[in-house]
């Protein structure tokens, strides 16, 4: 283990929290986001109903609690010294230089993930105004699904408002970047006491009128209580299933927003004696109660009510934005004029503050990182990070249906934060060392910490990071493990699925969609597809590569000026 260097900042950088509270809501509002709503319920019906509340609770207290811990922990460690970005918070834990450039993964990811993370958010500030308009008035389903088409298609005018999704795209940025130029105090921690307790309010009535649906009322053919069963019916059989298990810790990853660097740069702003153990805690709980209370009580009942069974399940195959965007809006209908006027402003409502209490947590490791850096304002920094958001997702609205969103989703909201989240848990309990380590994470605790996750966060968590790193880097065809050692063994090689990162590189499922089409113009629309997710690449990567550079010209600024003691 190598000794911890101390980096010193003369950083103008002077944000902290105005309270306990906000800095608690504002930590569940990162975590807590559209895969609490949207994501979450589709997960657990494709991966044995009840069954995958075992898996997901286990991921939960072995992976999720102990990443909160490192991560909060990291961040009041860097923030001791000044430092509120990844690169240089691990830089305070060891001394080798190749760790800052692993921090560059805090910085990259934000960006990333905000670029269409705002493309999504816009959606639902586009729905709370359709539904508050009353443009899905008279809409059947497929009309309303047919809108959700022509929103993304932005050569189509829906309601006669030209470019509508990259209006809604701009404002959102916009909105994003003044609130952030407020500060912590005075911008994010104000949009989370304000955001939190609507998305509460929004999300108990939506619960409530999903398990109080009855057969014959208000349209519904089934009772509330049929989409719960149906949810919440356990599997047992898929607990042997390794794809079950993966899909529970990716759920963990995306739920708590783990292995971003955006828990770090928050926690680096709390005072050396804050508590973070229970900070951690209640945030993480927080966000368990949104994801399996309201998130499970809202999606599936209410679809089921009025679908069927049978229907949900061919909706949910194309995951949760089947049923959030191309069919919320027309059941909501179903309850009348004002209530489901009312109805959809809630829900698509609620899907807006969790997302912006998501993205303006992206927000401030950029931000730190300039006002640590290159001494930048806080103005200055909000509206830097506001410009590339806005340029680097713009290809997300242009060509969202030629796979450009999906491929930002999957290289900088899934790889990235399995990658990172493994380093940093390897520099946190082997590098650093558990004994610092955990004298950090209980130091002014007001809970007392059990002493058997010492061995948790040293040994299991590690483990079911890389088994989850290993799983999406070469996941088998189908999920099914045992027919690909069989493939293998015989001789035929490993049956990769298309959406492991191996097959994603060489974008094999599109290839064999093109070799097995007959049609020229077919063939011509997938190599044109192909065309624009190897620039999403290709942009990405230019993106990881800038903010990399830019760190070492940080670094060569600190030596310059004698910041590193």
């Given at each position: 283990?190598?000794?911890?260097?101390?980096?010193?900042?003369?950083?103008?950088?002077?944000?902290?929290?105005?309270?306990?509270?906000?800095?608690?809501?504002?930590?569940?509002?990162?975590?807590?986001?559209?895969?609490?709503?949207?994501?979450?319920?589709?997960?657990?019906?494709?991966?044995?109903?009840?069954?995958?509340?075992?898996?997901?609770?286990?991921?939960?207290?072995?992976?999720?609690?102990?990443?909160?811990?490192?991560?909060?922990?990291?961040?009041?460690?860097?923030?001791?010294?000044?430092?509120?970005?990844?690169?240089?918070?691990?830089?305070?834990?060891?001394?080798?230089?190749?760790?800052?450039?692993?921090?560059?993964?805090?910085?990259?990811?934000?960006?990333?993930?905000?670029?269409?993370?705002?493309?999504?958010?816009?959606?639902?500030?586009?729905?709370?105004?359709?539904?508050?308009?009353?443009?899905?008035?008279?809409?059947?389903?497929?009309?309303?699904?047919?809108?959700?088409?022509?929103?993304?298609?932005?050569?189509?005018?829906?309601?006669?408002?030209?470019?509508?999704?990259?209006?809604?795209?701009?404002?959102?940025?916009?909105?994003?970047?003044?609130?952030?130029?407020?500060?912590?105090?005075?911008?994010?921690?104000?949009?989370?006491?304000?955001?939190?307790?609507?998305?509460?309010?929004?999300?108990?009535?939506?619960?409530?009128?999903?398990?109080?649906?009855?057969?014959?009322?208000?349209?519904?053919?089934?009772?509330?209580?049929?989409?719960?069963?149906?949810?919440?019916?356990?599997?047992?059989?898929?607990?042997?299933?390794?794809?079950?298990?993966?899909?529970?810790?990716?759920?963990?990853?995306?739920?708590?927003?783990?292995?971003?660097?955006?828990?770090?740069?928050?926690?680096?702003?709390?005072?050396?004696?804050?508590?973070?153990?229970?900070?951690?805690?209640?945030?993480?709980?927080?966000?368990?109660?949104?994801?399996?209370?309201?998130?499970?009580?809202?999606?599936?009942?209410?679809?089921?009510?009025?679908?069927?069974?049978?229907?949900?399940?061919?909706?949910?195959?194309?995951?949760?934005?089947?049923?959030?965007?191309?069919?919320?809006?027309?059941?909501?209908?179903?309850?009348?004029?004002?209530?489901?006027?009312?109805?959809?402003?809630?829900?698509?409502?609620?899907?807006?503050?969790?997302?912006?209490?998501?993205?303006?947590?992206?927000?401030?490791?950029?931000?730190?990182?300039?006002?640590?850096?290159?001494?930048?304002?806080?103005?200055?920094?909000?509206?830097?990070?506001?410009?590339?958001?806005?340029?680097?997702?713009?290809?997300?609205?242009?060509?969202?249906?030629?796979?450009?969103?999906?491929?930002?989703?999957?290289?900088?909201?899934?790889?990235?934060?399995?990658?990172?989240?493994?380093?940093?848990?390897?520099?946190?309990?082997?590098?650093?060392?558990?004994?610092?380590?955990?004298?950090?994470?209980?130091?002014?605790?007001?809970?007392?910490?059990?002493?058997?996750?010492?061995?948790?966060?040293?040994?299991?968590?590690?483990?079911?990071?890389?088994?989850?790193?290993?799983?999406?880097?070469?996941?088998?065809?189908?999920?099914?493990?045992?027919?690909?050692?069989?493939?293998?063994?015989?001789?035929?090689?490993?049956?990769?699925?298309?959406?492991?990162?191996?097959?994603?590189?060489?974008?094999?499922?599109?290839?064999?969609?093109?070799?097995?089409?007959?049609?020229?113009?077919?063939?011509?629309?997938?190599?044109?597809?192909?065309t624009y997710i190897n620039g999403a690449k290709l942009l990405l990567l230019a993106v990881f590569a800038a903010a990399a550079y830019l760190v070492y010209l940080a670094y060569k600024k600190r030596i310059r000026e004698g910041r590193f003691s």
């Amino acid at each position: 283990m190598s000794d911890t260097t101390t980096t010193t900042s003369t950083s103008t950088n002077t944000e902290s929290w105005g309270s306990r509270v906000g800095l608690i809501l504002a930590m569940a509002g990162n975590a807590v986001g559209l895969g609490n709503f949207l994501r979450f319920p589709v997960q657990a019906v494709q991966n044995g109903g009840g069954a995958f509340i075992i898996p997901y609770l286990v991921c939960f207290l072995l992976m999720g609690i102990p990443l909160l811990w490192i991560e909060w922990a990291m961040g009041r460690f860097g923030g001791k010294f000044g430092n509120h970005s990844t690169p240089f918070i691990l830089d305070t834990m060891d001394k080798r230089k190749f760790w800052k450039y692993i921090g560059v993964f805090g910085i990259f990811t934000n960006i990333a993930v905000a670029a269409y993370y705002c493309y999504l958010e816009s959606w639902t500030m586009s729905y709370v105004y359709h539904s508050l308009v009353g443009t899905f008035r008279g809409m059947d389903q497929n009309q309303v699904a047919a809108f959700f088409v022509n929103y993304v298609d932005i050569t189509t005018t829906t309601t006669g408002l030209p470019f509508e999704a990259i209006i809604f795209f701009i404002f959102c940025v916009i909105l994003n970047t003044f609130i952030l130029s407020r500060g912590l105090s005075g911008g994010v921690e104000i949009a989370s006491k304000i955001g939190m307790p609507l998305l509460i309010i929004f999300g108990m009535f939506l619960a409530y009128k999903g398990i109080t649906l009855q057969s014959g009322k208000e349209g519904a053919v089934y009772g509330g209580s049929v989409g719960l069963n149906f949810l919440w019916t356990p599997q047992f059989d898929s607990l042997w299933n390794p794809k079950v298990w993966l899909a529970a810790a990716g759920q963990i990853f995306f739920t708590l927003s783990v292995g971003m660097g955006t828990i770090q740069c928050y926690a680096s702003y709390v005072s050396r004696k804050e508590d973070i153990a229970l900070n951690a805690m209640s945030a993480g709980w927080m966000n368990e109660f949104v994801e399996v209370v309201l998130g499970s009580a809202i999606l599936i009942p209410i679809s089921v009510g009025y679908l069927g069974i049978d229907k949900v399940v061919e909706l949910t195959s194309s995951g949760g934005l089947g049923l959030g965007f191309r069919t919320m809006p027309y059941l909501f209908q179903q309850w009348g004029v004002f209530l489901g006027a009312f109805a959809g402003v809630a829900f698509f409502g609620l899907l807006f503050f969790a997302g912006i209490t998501s993205s303006l947590a992206m927000g401030t490791p950029w931000m730190g990182f300039l006002q640590d850096e290159f001494k930048w304002s806080r103005e200055k920094a909000a509206f830097s990070f506001g410009v590339i958001v806005l340029i680097l997702g713009t290809p997300t609205v242009l060509f969202f249906n030629e796979g450009v969103f999906d491929e930002y989703d999957y290289w900088a909201g899934t790889v990235s934060l399995v990658v990172f989240a493994l380093a940093e848990t390897i520099l946190f309990a082997w590098i650093f060392g558990m004994k610092k380590g955990w004298k950090e994470i209980t130091d002014g605790a007001d809970i007392k910490v059990p002493d058997f996750y010492k061995f948790v966060i040293k040994w299991v968590t590690p483990f079911l990071l890389l088994f989850v790193f290993i799983g999406s880097l070469i996941g088998p065809a189908g999920g099914d493990w045992g027919a690909a050692f069989s493939s293998l063994g015989s001789g035929n090689g490993w049956l990769l699925d298309n959406g492991s990162i191996i097959a994603q590189i060489m974008n094999k499922g599109l290839k064999e969609q093109i070799a097995a089409a007959t049609d020229p113009a077919v063939i011509a629309t997938l190599e044109r597809k192909i065309t624009y997710i190897n620039g999403a690449k290709l942009l990405l990567l230019a993106v990881f590569a800038a903010a990399a550079y830019l760190v070492y010209l940080a670094y060569k600024k600190r030596i310059r000026e004698g910041r590193f003691s």
